[in-house]
């Protein structure tokens, strides 16, 4: 069964620090999305993509975050400049029209 | 904001038995929800959805129930197995058709089922 894949696994970065999380969506899906999940908190959605272009973001998605889809197959977040707070498991996500959404195994971020 | 709402966040069942995990949401403009489950160190796996113009949906032994008036749904597991002993999540989307877009998640409830 196609699934989407997140890598890497966990990232640990410096405060501060640039940082790309890569997924790659299921392949005929045509939404994708960004969601994270604090230590012991609620699974929050950060952004949608659609057709090359953010559908919708969250208040969480400020300036520091970026996405992007550079070719046919990646779908990436990128975070300007660490804090601690963005501590976090970040989980892709994509799915088809009128279907739900499939999620990765996400990425766990370290921020030290 | 808690615009849904898992308030119990375990559950113990036998195996063979059922198990009913509730969710409650404050939005009446939610109209599509969704069930997931999570091992630990893998991501969300989708269950089961219905959409505010049913009241059920069967799946195998999965069935999901929603409660408009009461604001409530629940998913019932039919005969619980070891295996589902996982973390089950409810979301919920203002939208069924297109991209269900933004899906706002409960807490979620840790399910054990005992052999």
């Known amino acids: 069964e196609p699934e989407v894949t997140q890598t890497p696994s966990h990232q640990v970065t410096q405060m501060g620090q640039e940082v790309i999380l890569r997924c790659v969506p299921i392949s005929n899906h045509l939404y994708f999305y960004w969601y994270r999940q604090i230590l012991g908190q609620k699974v929050e959605f950060l952004v949608s993509f659609y057709n090359n272009e953010i559908s919708e973001k969250s208040e969480i998605f400020d300036d520091q975050f970026s996405v992007e889809r550079p070719d046919g197959s990646n779908f990436t977040l990128k975070i300007r400049s660490t804090k601690l707070e963005d501590s976090a498991m970040y989980f892709c996500?994509?799915?088809?029209?009128?279907?739900?959404?499939?999620f990765g195994d996400g990425t766990r971020l370290s921020i030290l | 904001d808690q615009q849904v709402k898992q308030n119990s966040p375990s559950l113990s069942v036998q195996e063979g038995r059922i198990s009913i995990l509730n969710c409650d949401y404050t939005?009446?403009?939610?109209?599509?929800f969704l069930w997931y489950k999570k091992y630990p160190a893998e991501g969300p796996t989708f269950l089961i959805s219905i959409s505010s113009i049913k009241d059920k949906n069967e799946d195998g032994r999965f069935t999901v129930f929603l409660n408009k008036s009461a604001k409530h749904l629940s998913l019932h597991i039919v005969p619980s197995q070891p295996g589902d002993s996982a973390v089950y999540f409810c979301?919920?989307?203002?939208?069924?058709?297109?991209?269900?877009?933004?899906?706002?998640f409960g807490k979620g409830t840790k399910l054990s089922v005992k052999p």
């Open positions: 996500a994509s799915s088809a029209e009128t279907q739900p959404q499939h």
């Open positions: 979301a919920a989307s203002g939208r069924s058709g297109g991209s269900q877009g933004n899906l706002i």
């Open positions: 939005n009446s403009m939610f109209d599509y």
